[in-house]
């Protein structure tokens, strides 16, 4: 059977896969998903996990429209509910830390979490709020600080955590768990018309419906924050839909300013740093997008020296998606910026999230939810590594709830958190990650299973030994064995036989359907050389061994994704998937994120 091979360079393959609605995925290779905890008010939808922030083993948890009532208090009814709570989840410990939550009546619509930030000494939400308001605690920012590793907490008031009681104004000298610092310019259309960021010395606030910035100071000595900066630019360019700390350095996204070019809105992103001297911030770089979709500095992400952006307008203009994409820069002490690197990207990448050089973005459209994007330290070059498919979660009460790829994330060295507001008919909760566990070839549609060789009950293999659903097979003088380190499969020949099933790795497959199938994964050899894939009949009762599917793949030191379309391949609940590595030298094979799908008709 003649088949076409495509090197995939992009991250979602072409083609429309089988319709998944209703699917449950299988949690065994799965995160650690924590739902939003109790106990739930009698708002419908508390979505949990709408609102996310990350600093260490801490994930702050946002449910803006969950409703707080004071025990003994009439059951109100909308509007006069979603007075918001905020969760403290340390690990992936199911019950919170601490909770910051106004209740009662007339606290209501106040939407706590509307924005999270947290840093290893402080963590802040922002409340929104009918404007006026009759709640002193509408439209503010909170903040909590961490005293000898114990976080402030609001008292237990009638059986529950309430907050009312425990804010001071900025710059009072009491005794309080919360620091109020209202905010300039109310969220009226939008939980998203401001943005946050924390460090453990300064806070930022942009207005992006006013196109005003602020930054603020820590100053232990009086227990306050101080302003020392306020940028007001016009309304029209959004100023600060964006906002990022790292150290000194704070980027601020200016998505509809001039891009570089007069009169042409293409947006902007620029660095301030701070002269400690003075107490003044300065600008010291700016980005232009150059992109003619415009919005470059609608989301971004900084640190370790690494800034990314991300442009392109998220609705149709005349039908049709504009051109997205992901921009990279490195970020020096004194905030100026080099080797900038751009690339297309098929869909709209929403939140952004990184450490080190590592960069994981939701993303809205697509198979996949979540991208992984990489840094290479020798070459400086940003590449994409992997995905989560999104419909890889699916809650058990919600099967066509699979993760939206629009909430929020946060990332922390090896731990992931992704926020989930979908989860359990819309109580929500977080998804607990590891980036060196995702693999886009967990999709509920592989049918493939141990797709990148996760659970491994052997570390190595020896000819005809199985492990996790794989075995390795000599016949004929080949030898080899395999090794499973790092999560591939390397197979390390030491004789390659005379014929290329001399040495075979292998793997059981259920094909449900007659149809078209599509084939992918990604190799690569210690050497230049060449190994064989084949799907077909298992003839172990009758030496029948009727190839559905077989292609010979080039291979060599580094990385290649693959992908093979079978036009022709029957219904078959035993077939097998081998990767025939003999004939063909002695250099090593290393196979990971395998994934065989159904393609619809």
């Known amino acids: ?61 946002g449910a803006l429209q969950e409703h707080v009532k004071i025990s003994g208090e009439a059951e109100p009814t909308f509007p006069s509910t979603m007075q918001g709570a905020v969760y403290l989840m340390n690990g992936t410990s199911a019950t919170p830390e601490r909770v910051y939550q106004f209740p009662g009546v007339d606290q209501h619509n106040l939407q706590a979490g509307s924005q999270l930030a947290i840093s290893n000494r402080f963590l802040a939400f922002a409340t929104r709020g009918p404007n006026p308001s009759t709640s002193p605690q509408a439209n503010s920012v909170f903040i909590a600080r961490k005293t000898n590793g114990s976080w402030a907490e609001c008292p237990l008031v009638g059986g529950q955590r309430d907050c009312n009681g425990a804010v001071r104004e900025n710059g009072q000298n009491i005794s309080h768990a919360l620091t109020r610092i209202p905010l300039t310019y109310p969220a009226l259309s939008s939980f998203k018309d401001i943005a946050l960021a924390l460090s453990d010395d300064y806070l930022v606030i942009g207005y992006k419906r006013h196109s005003v910035l602020e930054i603020y100071r820590y100053d232990s000595s009086s227990d306050a924050w101080i302003p020392e900066l306020s940028l007001d630019e016009p309304d029209e360019r959004f100023t600060g839909a964006a906002v990022a700390i790292d150290g000194d350095l704070v980027a601020v996204g200016v998505p509809w300013s001039d891009g570089g070019e007069a009169g042409v809105e293409l947006g902007s992103v620029r660095i301030f740093r701070r002269n400690a001297s003075n107490s003044t ?32 307008a998220t609705y149709l203009v005349n039908d049709v998606m504009p051109q997205q994409h992901l921009s990279f820069y490195r970020v020096a002490a004194d905030g100026t910026l080099s080797a900038q690197q751009s690339m297309a990207t098929a869909y709209p990448h929403v939140h952004l999230a990184l450490h080190g050089d590592t960069l994981a973005s939701t993303v809205a459209g697509g198979d996949e939810g979540l991208s992984l994007y990489k840094r290479d330290a020798a070459s400086g070059q940003w590449g994409y590594e992997t995905g989560l498919i999104r419909d890889f979660y699916k809650s058990v009460n919600s099967p066509n709830s ?34 060196s566990l995702i693999d886009a070839c967990r999709d509920p549609l592989n049918l493939v299973s141990n797709c990148s060789f996760d659970n491994v009950t052997n570390t190595s293999l020896a000819g005809s030994q199985s492990s996790s659903g794989w075995q390795l097979l000599n016949w004929n003088g080949g030898s080899a064995w395999a090794d499973f380190t790092g999560r591939q499969m390397r197979i390390n020949v030491q ?70 379309e079978l036009p022709n391949v029957p219904q078959d609940s035993a077939a097998l998937l081998d990767f025939n590595v003999g004939n063909a030298g002695t250099a090593a094979v290393t196979v990971d994120s395998v994934k065989l799908v159904r393609l619809v008709p």
């Open 402 to 435: 699979g993760y939206g790829g629009i909430d929020p994330i946060g990332l922390v060295g090896d731990d992931l958190s992704l926020g989930w507001r979908a989860f359990s008919n819309l109580l929500g909760g977080v998804v607990h990650e590891k980036v």
């Open 1 to 61: 059977m003649s088949l076409v091979s495509r090197k995939i360079k992009v991250r979602s393959l072409a083609g429309v896969l089988a319709g998944c609605a209703g699917l449950v995925a299988a949690q065994a290779s799965a995160g650690v998903v924590v739902g939003k905890p109790t106990p739930h008010g009698n708002t419908a939808y508390p979505e949990a996990g709408t609102t996310l922030a990350r600093a260490g083993t801490y994930t702050l948890v």
């Open 281 to 312: 911030w300065s600008s010291t770089a700016i980005a232009y997008g150059n992109f003619s979709s415009g919005a470059f500095g609608r989301s971004l992400a900084m640190a370790s020296g690494n800034l990314a952006v991300t442009s392109g």
């Open 495 to 564: 004789q390659p036989g005379s014929d290329m099933w001399h040495i075979q790795a292998r793997t059981t497959v259920n094909l449900p359907q007659a149809g078209r199938y599509l084939l992918t994964f990604r190799a690569k050899a210690d050497d230049v050389r060449t190994f064989v894939v084949n799907l077909g009949r298992n003839g172990n009762s009758d030496n029948n061994w009727a190839s559905y599917g077989r292609v010979t793949a080039a291979a060599g030191p580094a990385w290649v994704v693959y992908s093979f």
